[in-house]
């Protein structure tokens, strides 16, 4: 396979020389460990800096690895013993029950144990406490030096020695180096002594490790103030910025508090705002301190607007040599190529100057009214869910929700924009015009509040119906994945109660297609429970055998693929074959295109039977699309940490969406001439619209 990591590894640049070897400046030398498969070299370079001789062993899988007296001693090489399907006990990638096994062992990433997340000032930050430096060369440059290495003693490691053996230990170490990242743990990962450390430059927006940019500055004196604080606290003193309606130049890093107020942040002749997010519906003490960083105030109802997120602990770099941002901004020459780094730490902004040969400034955004002017646009929107519904947001009464449903099953059968089958019904494909601005919704699984904050910002429903947007649900609504909720299907019922509403106030820009829980089949089936069975069940003593069997025509008419000049997307995956387009639209005659689309996932180092390069390639081709087309999936989160995957499998412009994460949805939208992922906090929305007057 190829390297997975490939497209999303950037070299750090800020480096420091330690006895010979290129460390990140942003590093402390006690904070490092290194780990990666047999061979890589990783003896030497700990004898190279000068670091602990012997070798450490962390099974992640064991609660308080962290602690692990292994890790006392720094700089040092450790083994990783990792947790993989079928096995009860964590093993390394060299132990023998591994090494004979015909097939490579999946990686069960969920039985990983993470260091808890610092919540008060007395508390271990364990996750920031160690950098950990994946040294993983090319497979052919591992073998190469394993067979040298044999003719100086004995290894057992490399015996019975394969260049296949190489490449699946090596398949598992870039997995695990970009799930601990994606964690949030201190990661970098380098290709050879001889090479830079990379960081990982993932997920998207600007969004790069903050070690990666700091200068370790000099510990404050015991003398001052600063100094006793950084004794206890660990806390390197920064100058605070107290932001007033007088523009004030940043040459040096500081610290602007959370204090409700938005500002203005000038990059040299582009102003953009920064304003403080209003979670609604949300206790002030669990709420998280987003910032939103944007270049308009006001909602457009005429096209769907891209912004920033900074969450708390991201840290983002604007300036015109990230894509993205230079997409969403649209900076000129007066911004640098990395011109600010901000950070979000717990709510405060830290700005730092990344060139003083371009000018920044901060100024208070002098409108007071902005806060309430924000969440009243917020209630309209709400407002209008619900008279759209047409009740309270619940489960529709039986016999409404039954006319609701065959309504919907009527319009579906002569849908606009799909090309008919051979029964003269809509088929299987849907064609729209490139001139609508698209928004890509991935699986919701039950989450209705997740939906709502879709339908309620960025003036997603006046977009709906003035036509300027489309919104696309990649399927797989339906049955819950929380493991509390599988179980339970009302919050099924309410969603596709939503669902069907929605379609019948914007039939021509409201599109959802098939996924694979989008059934009553038998074989759904989540941790033990048949929910396809159970679903239909629950219907049909709440709704009667009625609606079941309306429901059924649903579910058949739907579509399974949509299609624009410049994307494409369907739930689960593109065919492992040649197709033709008229395949698609008569997909009730191939079962099992029709289950490839809807049941395949992604190829990865233990599901080589998955789909890769060459398929999505060809399916952009059997519609006669660019090369470039941006590829749009659901159906399978690459981890539990996102709601979004760019580029996944390093296929160029081929992207993950899953919109039922519990920390909030995920969406994308189009920006000009790219698309963009855009993440939003969980809000208890449904209780929230209920209650508005």
Known sequence: MSDPLKKILEPIKDLQVIRGIELPIGLEFLQLVVTGPPGAGKSYYIEQIKGWPNEGYLDLSQKGWWKDPSLIYRPREVHLGLPFKGIKESMTVFDKEWLKSDIPPELELSRIVLPPIKKHSFQTNWRKRYIFE????????????????????????????????????????????????????????????DKPPMFFSEPGVANVPRWTLDKIPQKPSLNTLAGWKYLFRRHYPIQWITVTNTPQNIVQAGRVAHDGRSLSLYLGATQLHLIPEIALGVKKKVAHKNWIINTDLSCSTKKIRGFMRIKVGETIVLGQSNPEVQELFDFDKSVGQRHISITNRRGDLILTPLSLEFETKVVLLNDLDLRERLERGRHKALLKIRRIYGQEIAPLPAKMALDSLRAVNALLAKESFRPKNKNGNAGGLIEISSMTSPVIVGDLHAQVDNFLKILSENCLLDCLRLKTATLIILGDAVHSENLHEMDQFDTSMLMMDLIFRLKL????????????????????????????????????????????????????????????????????????????????????????????????????????????????????KSLKLSPKTTFFVGHTPMDPFGSYWLNAGTIKNHHIIYSANDEGPSIFIRTNDNFMPISFPAEPLTELINHLK
């Not at 009625?546 to 994307?567: H, R």
């Not at 233990?606 to 060459?614: F, P």
């Open 505 to 620: 106030t914007f039939p021509d820009n409201f599109f959802y297609i098939k996924g694979n829980h989008d059934s009553f089949d038998p074989e759904i089936n989540k941790n033990g429970y048949l929910q396809g069975e159970l679903f239909e069940e629950t219907l049909r003593n709440l709704r009667g055998e009625e609606y079941v069997k309306e429901m059924n025509i649903f579910y058949q008419s739907l579509a399974y693929v949509v299609s624009s000049n410049d994307f494409l997307c369907c739930h689960a995956g593109p065919p492992r074959g040649e197709i033709k387009r008229n395949e698609l639209i008569n997909i009730t005659e191939e079962s099992n295109l029709a289950k490839e689309l809807t049941q395949t996932r992604l190829q990865r180092p233990n599901h080589l039977g998955g789909y890769n390069k060459g398929d999505v390639k060809r399916f952009r």
């Open 134 to 193: 994946f040294l993983i060369p090319g497979p052919s440059t591992i073998y190469d030096q394993r067979l040298a290495r044999q003719e100086d003693g004995y290894f057992p490691v490399d015996e019975k020695l394969t260049i296949e053996m190489v490449r699946q230990q090596v398949a598992v170490y870039r997995e695990i180096a970009h799930y601990l990242h994606r964690a949030g743990l201190n990661v970098y990962l380098r290709k050879g002594l």
